[in-house]
């Protein structure tokens, strides 16, 4: 089963910052939080990861609480080719460790 | 530099074939990881192959097995298929290197239908 929460949907207006929750309460002190997202029949597409700290790249950035039991993903001028659904996973980094995907959160981004 | 490619991206098949699907992982990656989507269940993982070996193994019946080759490249197979075996297949490749992470990159995945 996923071991995170995300709400099933959130809308938000083009140009305007996306700010996507994501709870993982029983995360353990070697998992990472991974955020992907699927666009419409296509393969899900890496956004970015971390452990503790936060992370910003050329796409988003990931805030980490400090306790770590909760993210949230930014797309800081969201695009209506950022409507999608967004997966936020936990796990660890060892091998052969898979991503398990819960139901994701669904982005409308509308003009 | 290219990204995972899936073939066929589309098949079509009756129940009680059999069916191969095939993904080339990105250059250098020696991981591979297969899912299979479907409306009802969602994303999940079938197993996954480093260095011709399978490393991981999701809940999915014997019927579903896979292998990868000397040059990364790994196939999947499904036996006696059934309607519920229609999904979206997708193939995952990651370059796995301790304390830098383990990020998959997906490819388009095929689309299989079975009737």
């Known amino acids: 089963d996923a071991k995170t929460t995300q709400p099933p949907s959130m809308d938000c207006a083009e140009g305007r910052a996306a700010n996507l929750p994501c709870n993982h309460s029983?995360?353990?002190?070697?998992?990472?939080v991974y955020w992907y997202r699927q666009i419409h029949s296509q393969g899900p597409q890496y956004i970015i990861h971390g452990l503790k700290n936060n992370e910003t790249n050329e796409m988003a950035s990931l805030i980490i609480t400090e306790d770590r039991k909760s993210s949230t993903l930014i797309l800081p001028h969201a695009t209506l080719r950022d409507t999608a659904v967004y997966y936020c996973i936990v796990r660890d980094n060892q091998a052969g460790t898979a991503l398990i995907f819960g139901k994701g959160t669904t982005l409308s981004v509308s003009s | 530099k290219a990204g995972v490619t899936q073939t066929p991206r589309y098949l079509i098949k009756t129940r009680g074939q059999q069916v191969t699907l095939s993904c080339s992982p990105i250059?250098?990656?020696?991981?591979v990881s297969w899912y299979q989507q479907t409306p009802g269940q969602g994303l999940q993982f079938l197993f996954e192959y480093f260095s011709e070996t399978q490393r991981n193994k999701g809940n999915f019946p014997g019927r579903f097995s896979g292998r990868q080759f000397s040059n990364s490249r790994s196939e999947m197979n499904v036996s006696t298929l059934e309607l519920g075996d229609s999904a979206l297949y997708l193939c995952?490749?990651?370059?796995?290197?301790?304390?830098?992470?383990?990020?998959?990159?997906f490819g388009a995945g095929t689309r299989l239908s079975v009737l």
């Open positions: 250059s250098g990656h020696r991981s």
């Open positions: 995952a490749s990651s370059l796995f290197q301790a304390g830098v992470g383990n990020i998959q990159y």
């Open positions: 029983t995360i353990s002190g070697n998992e990472y």
